[in-house]
């Protein structure tokens, strides 16, 4: 399986969409400040994941989220993202 993730900042208004086979893995390499991108936004909680079936769902589903429309969706339906 592959994930589409959010997660959280818990100490910033700050949210992170991303996509991996390992979502254990890939949290402990946020939270651990691995990730160029989230390092200075740690530590982080899992707020949202999506299953599918192959990378590539995953990756196109990751880049549709991190769209405008995407946002909204997410927003709307799933979480409480700050308004930028």
């Known amino acids: 399986m592959w994930y589409v993730y959010v997660i959280k900042s818990q100490n910033h208004s700050f949210f992170y969409i991303g996509s991996t086979g390992d979502l ?14 989230t390092k200075a936004y740690k530590p982080f909680i899992l707020e949202l994941y999506i299953a599918l079936k192959t990378e590539k769902q995953a990756r196109d ?5 991190k769209t405008g429309s995407g946002k909204a969706i997410l927003k709307k339906r799933f979480l409480q993202l700050p308004s930028k």
Request: proline residues 0%; hydrophobic residues 20%; glycine residues 6%.
């Open 61 to 65: 589903l990751e880049k549709y989220f």
């Open 24 to 37: 254990k893995r890939r949290l402990n390499e946020h939270n651990e400040g691995m990730s160029q991108s």
